[in-house]
C-alpha cells in the first residue's frame, strides 16, 4: 500500500481534530443550552445554521475515516488477506454510513 | 547423500570465512561460492566475540614498520616475517574497505577521525575499535554484505565440515563431506577450492575464551588430509580471563584495552605483581608474560582463594570505567560484581593458537586447492600474538583468501572425487550411530579440558607433556569407542556434535603437546619450565604433518627472516 | 528440594516424532554464578543427552541463546539463575518461530524479514575515504547505540504484532533498517525507506515496547521504528532525500 504514510499521518491528524470537534460538539451540547429543556424547534433551528452543519459534515468525515482506518488496522493486524477485499467493504460500509449520517444533518434542509 | 558442486567452498563464517566469500564474488560474481558454518552464519565462532578491536596503521606519525616490529617483537622472533608484514601492510587496507564498502562505523576520536586506542605491547595506540564490543559490528556487516551477494553465495548454516576430498595421489583437496546438523544428513562438495576458516582449538582447556563451538575442526580435518603444520605448541593465554567458578561464563575474556587504559593486577597479598615480572612496561607488557606472571603468582600461593588475581580499574574513576568500557561492565554485573568500584577476580584463560596450517602470504596451504585463513593458519603471530592483530589477521587474510580462492577457481578444472573417500568418512563419523553401548565422551571431554590445563598449560615441562602425549593417545582410543545414546536420532543430536568435537580436540591437543616437547626451550607463550631462552639454537620452526594413520611426522627449520636478520635477533637476545 | 538445587521444567518437542509438546522436569545442583545457560548444559551433558538447543559465545555477543525463560525470552547465558527470584524455571523455545526440536528455533523467517529491508550498506559513490564525523553529533550518537543489535530474536519473540501477523517485519529488521536510513554515508535510504514503508513494515507497529521491555543490550526498536514512520511521511511530500 502506497497511501500507508498519508493515511498513518491523516489518523494522527483526524484525531487531533476530533479531540478539538468533539469538544467544541459536547460544549455547544452540554454548555450552551438557552434553556434546561432541549425543545425541537431549537434542535432544528441549529441544524439549519450554516456552522452547525459545516461542523457535523466535519465531525462525520473525521470520525467515519479515524474509525474505519482504526478498523482497517486491526484487520491488517491481524493478518485479513487479500487486504483489497476488505478495502472495499470497509469503503462500502463508509459510503453507507456517510449517506445515511448526511440525510440525518440535511434533514430539515432538504 | 546429497551433492554439490561448486567453485568456492568455505568453512567457517567469522571474519577470515565472511571477508573471503566478499572476495571472491566480487573478483568474479560468476562463480559460485558455498558458505558452511558450524552455527548461524556470523555468530558462531569468535571473531563475533572480538572485543578490544583491530591494530592498524592509519596515522602518519605511526608506520608499518613500528607495526612489523611490534608483531614480531611480541611474537618471540619466530614469525614468518613474510606473513608478519603482509598482515601490517594490509590492515589499512582491510580497514578501509571495512568502513567504506562494507559499512561499518568505528568509534571517532575528537577531531571525527577514526579513533585509535592504546593496547597492550606496542609503540604507537593504533587500534581502532567499536566500544569495547567491536566484533559485533564488524561480523554483523560482513553477514549482511554476504545476503546482499546470496544470488550466489550459498549459505549452509548448521553445517559442519567433516573431512576434507583429496585426490588419490593426496595432494590436491578436491571437496569436502559436511553435515547439516539440523537433519543430521551428510553433504557431499566438490569444489575447486576449499578454504579453511574455522579457527583454533583453545575451548581444550579448563578455562578457555573461545565460544564453545570452536574445537578446532579445520586444523583437524587438515590433519587428516596431510597439510603441513607450524608452531603448534604456540598456545596463547589471555591474562585477564574472567573467573566465575563452574559456570560457562568462566574464562570469557576482559579486553586488552583495560590494561590498555590503566588497569592494575594485584595478587592475593594486594601487590601489583607485574613489578617483578616486567617493571618497565607493567600491566602494559605482552599477553604471555602478563599471563604467565598471573599464573605464577596463583602458582606460588600468592593467589586469591578462588585461584586467580584481580584486575582493579577503580582508581580510573567509575564514570570513565562505564563509558569506556559498557560491555565489560556488563559481563562482569553478571557475575554479581561492579568492573568500575571493586577488584574483579581473574585468571589466564586459554585463547588463541598462533600456530596452524602453514600458509604462503597468498594463503595457499601446502595441499593444492587447499586454502586456509586466520586462527587455523600460522606464522603470522609467531610464538605469542598482540592484542588487536587476532582480528586483522582474520579480516586480511581472509580478503587475501578471496582473491587467491577466486584467481584458482578461474584457472582450475572441477577434479572429480572419490567415492571411496566418502564412504570412508561417512563410516568415521556415523559409526557412534550404531554400537548400543559404549564410552560416555562427557567426561572424556572434561578430562581433555584438565589435562591440557595441568600439563599442557601456562608452565609446561616434558614429563607432563610425555604424560600427556600418552594419555591423548589413549583417550583417542576411547574416544572411538564412544556411542550416540539416541541411535535413531540424527537431527539436532548435541551429543555426536560433541564426539566429533572431542576427536577434533584429541587431534589438535596431540600436536600441540608433541610440538611443546619438542621445543626444548622457553619463548613467548611457550614456557619451559625445564628450559630457558635459547636464540643460539631455536630461531627455528616446528613443522608437523600426518604420518601414516595417526602418526605425526615432524621437522624443524629455521625461521623465515627475510626483514630482520637472525643476527640481529640474536644480538637483541631477549630472554622469555 | 534444597536451595542448592533448581527445579528445571523444559519444553520437549519433536516435531517430526511428537504429536504434542511436554514438559520434563529436572533437578540441577546449582552452582556459583550459573545462568540458565549452564542448566541447559548440565542437562544435555550429564542427565539427557537428546535435549536439543543452540549456544555459542556464552557470554552474550552473539545472540544464539535466546529462549522463552520464566514467560520472557532472554538470552540464556546472560540470564543469572540467581537472578529469577525462584527455584523453579521453565524453560521453552523462543515464540514466534518454526521449532528445529526442543528448545532449537528455525531462526530462518526471522532472517528473511531481516533480509527484505535490505540491511546492507551500499556507501555512496564519492565517499572515498572514512567519513570524518564528530563523536559527539546528535543523530550519530542515536544511531551507534541502535548498531549494537546481536539478531538474538528476543524482540521478535515478544512482539505480539510478530505474534498476530505472520508478515510482520518485526523489531530487530526494522531497527536495522533505522540505522541505514538515518546514515547519511548510505546511497539508497530512499530505496530501503520504501521497503519498510509498506503495509507489513513500519506501519503494524503499535507502540507496546514489548521490543524495548526483552532486548538484552537495552535498545530500544520502537523508537527506531517512530523514526521511520516520520521519515516515511517526510519522504511523501518529499522532505526526505
Given amino acids: 500500500m502506497r497511501v500507508n504514510a498519508i493515511t498513518w499521518l491523516f489518523q494522527r491528524i483526524t484525531a487531533a481534530v476530533l479531540l478539538v470537534l468533539l469538544g467544541v460538539h459536547l460544549w455547544l451540547l452540554y454548555m450552551n443550552n438557552t434553556s434546561e429543556v432541549i425543545s425541537f424547534a431549537e434542535a432544528k433551528a441549529r ?24 478498523l482497517y488496522t486491526v484487520m491488517v493486524d491481524m493478518g485479513i488477506k487479500p487486504r483489497k477485499t476488505a478495502i472495499g467493504a470497509l469503503l462500502a460500509v463508509g459510503l453507507g454510513l456517510f449517506g445515511i449520517g448526511l440525510i440525518s444533518i440535511f434533514q430539515f434542509i432538504m | 547423500m546429497e551433492e554439490i558442486k561448486t567453485d568456492v567452498l568455505i568453512l567457517g563464517s567469522g571474519g577470515a570465512g565472511l571477508f573471503a566469500a566478499l572476495h571472491v564474488y566480487d573478483n568474479n560474481p560468476g562463480l559460485d561460492v558455498i558458505l558452511a558454518t558450524k552455527g548461524l552464519i556470523g555468530k558462531c565462532g569468535c571473531s563475533r566475540m572480538v572485543q578490544g578491536g583491530m591494530n592498524v596503521v592509519l596515522n602518519s606519525a605511526d608506520s608499518v614498520d613500528k607495526h612489523f616490529m611490534d608483531t614480531i617483537k611480541g611474537g618471540g622472533y619466530i614469525n614468518d616475517q613474510e606473513l608478519a608484514y603482509t598482515l601490517v601492510s594490509d590492515a589499512p587496507k582491510a580497514v578501509h574497505e571495512l568502513e567504506v564498502k562494507v559499512g561499518c562505523f568505528f568509534d571517532r576520536a575528537e577531531n571525527g577521525e577514526i579513533h585509535q586506542k592504546a593496547f597492550a605491547g606496542q609503540s604507537f595506540d593504533r587500534t581502532v575499535h567499536v566500544a569495547d564490543l567491536s566484533g559485533i559490528q564488524i561480523i554483523a556487516r560482513l553477514t549482511d554484505q554476504v545476503f546482499r551477494r546470496q544470488d550466489r553465495i550459498k549459505v549452509l548454516e548448521e553445517t559442519r565440515g567433516l573431512d576434507l576430498l583429496t585426490t588419490a595421489e593426496g595432494d590436491r583437496v578436491v571437496g569436502a563431506v559436511l553435515a547439516d546438523m539440523r537433519t543430521g544428513e551428510l553433504i557431499v562438495v566438490n569444489a575447486k577450492v576449499v578454504i579453511v576458516a574455522t579457527g583454533g582449538a583453545s575451548s581444550m582447556y579448563k578455562i578457555s575464551a573461545p565460544s564453545v563451538d570452536k574445537t578446532g575442526d579445520g586444523m583437524a580435518m587438515c590433519f587428516r588430509a596431510g597439510a603441513e603444520f607450524c608452531d603448534m605448541e604456540m598456545m596463547q593465554f589471555h591474562p585477564t580471563g574472567l573467573l566465575a567458578g563452574q559456570s560457562r561464563l568462566s574464562g570469557s575474556v576482559l579486553e586488552e584495552g583495560l590494561r590498555g587504559a590503566g588497569g592494575y593486577l594485584i595478587n592475593g597479598l594486594g601487590e601489583r605483581f607485574m613489578e617483578r615480572y616486567d617493571p618497565e612496561r607493567m600491566e602494559r607488557s605482552t599477553r604471555d608474560r602478563v599471563a604467565r606472571a598471573g599464573y605464577m603468582e596463583i602458582m606460588a600461593g600468592r593467589g586469591t582463594e578462588s585461584g586467580g588475581v584481580y584486575l582493579v580499574m577503580g582508581h580510573l574513576g ?69 592484542g588487536g592483530n587476532g582480528i586483522g589477521e582474520s579480516v586480511t587474510f581472509g580478503r587475501r583468501a578471496g582473491d587467491t580462492a577466486a584467481a584458482l577457481a578461474e584457472q582450475e578444472l572441477l577434479r572429480p572425487f572419490r567415492q571411496e573417500q566418502v564412504e570412508e568418512i561417512k563410516q568415521r563419523w556415523l559409526k557412534f550411530f550404531k554400537p548400543t553401548t559404549g564410552v560416555d565422551i562427557y567426561p572424556i571431554r572434561d578430562e581433555i579440558k584438565n589435562l591440557m590445563w595441568e600439563k599442557v598449560g601456562v608452565v609446561r615441562e616434558a614429563k607432563k607433556l610425555q604424560e600427556a602425549i600418552s594419555r591423548l593417545n589413549g583417550m583417542y582410543e576411547e574416544a572411538q569407542k564412544a556411542y550416540v545414546t539416541n541411535r535413531t536420532l540424527r537431527r539436532f543430536n548435541m551429543e555426536w556434535n560433541e564426539i566429533m568435537n572431542t576427536i577434533n580436540w584429541i587431534t589438535v591437543a596431540r600436536m600441540v603437546a608433541n610440538s611443546a616437547l619438542l621445543r626444548k626451550e622457553s619463548r613467548g607463550s611457550h614456557y619451559r619450565s625445564d628450559c630457558k631462552t635459547d636464540n643460539e639454537n631455536w630461531l627455528k620452526n616446528i613443522y608437523m604433518k600426518k604420518k601414516g594413520e595417526f602418526e605425526i611426522e615432524t621437522d624443524i627449520r629455521p625461521i623465515i627472516s627475510t626483514r630482520f636478520s637472525m643476527e640481529e635477533i640474536r644480538k637483541l637476545n631477549v630472554q622469555y | 528440594m534444597s536451595s542448592q538445587e533448581i527445579k528445571a521444567r523444559i519444553f520437549r518437542y519433536d516435531p517430526e516424532q511428537d504429536v504434542e509438546p511436554r514438559f520434563d522436569v529436572y533437578t540441577i ?50 540470564t543469572q539463575v540467581s537472578s529469577l527470584g525462584t527455584s523453579e524455571v521453565t524453560i521453552m523455545p523462543l515464540p514466534n518461530l518454526p521449532i528445529i526440536r526442543d528448545l532449537a528455533t528455525d531462526m530462518e523467517p526471522f532472517f528473511e524479514k531481516w533480509k527484505k529491508i535490505k540491511p546492507y550498506y551500499v556507501g555512496k559513490p564519492e565517499l572515498k575515504d572514512p567519513v570524518v564525523i564528530r563523536p559527539d553529533s546528535d543523530e550519530r550518537e542515536f544511531i551507534d547505540q541502535m548498531l549494537d543489535c546481536i539478531t538474538c530474536g528476543c524482540c521478535y519473540g515478544a512482539c505480539s504484532m510478530v505474534a498476530t501477523n505472520e508478515d510482520y517485519l518485526g523489531p530487530a529488521a526494522l531497527n536495522r533498517a ?50 521511520l514512520k516520520k521519515r516515511c511521511v517526510m519522504q511523501k511530500f518529499g522532505v526526505f532525500k
Fill in chain 1, 47 to 70: 441544524l439549519m445554521s450554516a456552522p452547525y452543519i459545516t461542523l457535523y459534515v466535519l465531525l462525520l468525515l473525521f470520525g467515519l475515516f479515524h474509525a474505519l482506518n482504526g
Fill in chain 3, 29 to 78: 545442583p546449582v552452582i556459583k554464578n550459573m545462568a540458565i545457560l549452564d542448566v541447559v548444559f548440565h542437562v544435555q551433558n550429564y542427565i539427557d543427552k537428546s535435549l536439543a538447543f543452540r549456544c555459542s559465545c556464552r557470554i552474550g555477543m552473539c545472540g544464539s541463546c535466546a529462549m522463552y525463560i520464566n514467560g520472557k525470552p532472554r538470552l540464556a547465558c546472560r
Fill in chain 3, 178 to 227: 533505522y540505522t541505514l536510513v538515518a546514515d547519511k554515508r548510505d546511497s539508497i535510504r530512499v530505496e530501503r525507506l520504501k521497503a519498510v514503508g509498506r503495509s507489513y513494515g513500519v506501519w503494524r507497529c503499535h507502540d507496546q515496547f514489548n521490543c524495548a521491555e526483552v532486548c538484552p543490550k537495552n535498545l530500544v526498536p520502537t523508537k527506531s521504528i517512530q523514526q
Fill in chain 2, 318 to 386: 567509575s564514570e570513565f570505567v562505564e563509558k569506556k568500557f559498557p560491555g565489560m561492565c556488563d559481563r562482569v554485573r553478571d557475575v554479581g560484581k561492579e568492573l568500575s568500584k571493586e577488584p574483579v577476580e581473574i585468571s589466564p584463560t586459554s585463547h588463541f593458537m598462533m600456530g596452524g596450517v602453514k600458509i604462503d602470504r597468498d594463503c595457499q596451504a601446502s595441499l593444492k586447492g587447499l586454502v586456509v585463513a586466520g586462527e587455523d593458519s600460522s606464522g603470522v603471530h609467531g610464538a605469542n600474538r598482540l
